[in-house]
């Protein structure tokens, strides 16, 4: 990248191999990964405090420690980017709940995900059978399958046998494979996981996200961080200034024109914003391209502190970390669909995290969390609080009384918290078929512009969605294979 005017008047920058823009999850790994191969990198975050998507804050009463967005991390765990990095040494403990996903439906009825497939099995009864050859599969693939679906797409691929096998199944609609079972356990268990892909669970793929969700729970758990999600962040952190690397907060990009000369700018960032900065010095043509790309659904997100834990029915709710609220396929599907056709569901499907019961760290002594999120149209203002509430209500009566404190963020407040969530999007765009091969753009290369020196590395790119780093470090890699240090 040819060097620029710096017109900006923020802490000087000493000189710089690359300038990552956003500290998230992918800025930070993109960072690390450059400056492991003796870049010296500077990463500028328009927060206060580095992280993006893994902040951790008091949102509702001094002390009490809540994770603003993301909150469980399966992806964390199993990321070969985050697995390879000492982040223990900086502090990273995951924490393990008994059960990674408690699933409740009415009349005091629960399908557990266990870490282990065959007591999920034995839990689901008639559907056990079913279940186990699913998921499986997935689970007897190991890393070699989730490192593959985590990774740039090859010809040919690295694990063709154990990708043929996932993608048979997995491109499928969820609801079309909960046809398998008979029972409301194993197909809302499904649907419930089917649904973070905020995709009709009627869409081609949706099915792969459960095998891949449900699959990581039983291979690697589904854990959280001690003492926030933040914790992600600033082990990230750690590691990148061992390397040399830093981040400076609270500085707001807002054209390629401020930064300082480097020799590659990589921008953890949507593509809405990519234009917003480099728009004028793209070429027509891609510009149009990213001006194409697709937002979907955003979330509404509600936290609260509670005078003690979640009141469950079924007593065994409280034995995970993470509670899926919508009962059965056609409900959660129902509630999808509405949020699909922009309307705002009666019911919604709720993902719910009661991190406290797990990792006292996190609340004074008898204060106790709940994170709570579900789906609404892109750019919604709708307060859909009383909604959430009565779907746990549903399931914990009596849950309502315990609410000391509140704290509620709609798509504008999301946006406002990150601007990488457009209208409230927490995948960084819609997650479809066809935005999983074209992300943002078609093409081999996704993570390079066409203008030298710039390149993408935010969730807008693959493998897309989620706290695993892995789209900062194939952009790294991108800019290491086209600009080694020695050019
Ligand atoms: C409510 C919610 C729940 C979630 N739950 C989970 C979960 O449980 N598990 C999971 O794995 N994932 C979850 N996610 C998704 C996860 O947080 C994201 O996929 C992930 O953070 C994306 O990482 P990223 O590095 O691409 O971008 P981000 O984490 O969004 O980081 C982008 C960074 O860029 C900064 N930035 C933006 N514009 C500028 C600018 N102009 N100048 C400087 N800095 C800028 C932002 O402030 C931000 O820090 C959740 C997200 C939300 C919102």
Request: aromatic fraction near 6%; proline fraction near 8%.
């Amino acid at each position: 990248m040819k060097p620029q005017t710096v017109r900006w008047t923020l802490p000087p920058t000493p000189d710089v191999d690359a300038v990552i823009v956003g500290s998230g999850p992918n800025g930070l790994v993109a960072a690390i990964t450059l400056a492991s191969a003796g870049w010296r990198v500077v990463v500028f975050e328009a927060a206060s405090r580095p992280g993006g998507g893994t902040r951790s804050m008091e949102l509702t009463l001094p002390g009490v420690v809540h994770d603003v967005c993301s909150a469980i991390h399966p992806l964390g765990l199993a990321s070969p980017a985050l697995r390879a990095l000492p982040l223990a040494d900086h502090g990273l403990e995951w924490v393990h709940p008994d059960v990674p996903l408690a699933h409740p439906l009415d009349g005091g009825r629960v399908a557990l995900l266990h870490r282990s497939v065959a007591a999920t099995a034995v839990g689901l009864g008639a559907d056990g059978a079913a279940y186990r050859k699913l998921i499986e599969p997935f689970v007897r693939s190991g890393f070699d399958l989730t490192d593959g679906l985590l990774s740039p797409l090859s010809v040919p691929p690295k694990h063709p046998i154990e990708l043929a096998r996932y993608g048979i199944t997995g491109i499928q609609p969820a609801s079309r494979v909960a046809r398998r079972f008979t029972t409301d356990e194993a197909s809302g268990l499904i649907a419930g996981l089917a649904a973070h892909s905020m995709l009709s669970l009627g869409s081609l793929s949706t099915a792969g996200y459960a095998m891949m969700l449900g699959g990581l729970g039983h291979l690697v758990g589904w854990p959280m961080a001690r003492g926030g999600s933040q914790s992600i962040a600033d082990s990230l952190v750690g590691v990148l200034e061992d390397l040399g690397g830093s981040v400076v907060c609270g500085t707001r990009v807002t054209s390629l024109d401020e930064l300082p000369p480097s020799r590659a700018v990589l921008l953890d960032l949507t593509p809405r914003q990519v234009l917003a900065i480099a728009g004028d010095r793209l070429p027509g043509r891609y510009a149009r391209r990213l001006g194409r790309y697709r937002y979907g659904p955003g979330v509404f997100k509600l936290d609260l502190a509670l005078a003690g834990p979640i009141p469950w029915t079924n007593t065994d709710v409280r034995r995970a970390a993470t509670v899926h609220i919508g009962a059965t396929m056609p409900e959660i599907s129902a509630a999808e669909d509405d949020v699909l056709r922009g309307r705002h569901p009666e019911r919604p499907f709720v993902l719910l995290a009661q991190h406290t019961v797990f990792d006292a760290a996190r609340a004074p002594s008898g204060v106790h969390t709940a994170w709570a999120y579900c789906h609404v149209p892109n750019g919604s203002s709708v307060d859909m609080t009383d909604r959430i509430e009565t779907q746990i209500e549903r399931f914990a009566p009596g849950f309502r009384d315990l609410v000391i404190a509140r704290h509620t963020m709609g798509p504008a407040g999301m946006e406002a918290h990150n601007a990488n969530y457009v209208g409230g999007d927490i995948n960084g765009g819609v997650a479809d078929l066809r935005q999983f091969v074209a992300r943002p753009t078609l093409g081999l290369h996704p993570w390079a512009t066409p203008l030298d020196g710039l390149y993408l590395c935010s969730s807008s790119t693959p493998p897309g969605g989620g706290v695993h780093g892995m789209c900062g470090r194939h952009a790294a890699r991108e800019v290491l294979r086209r600009q080694p240090l020695s050019d």
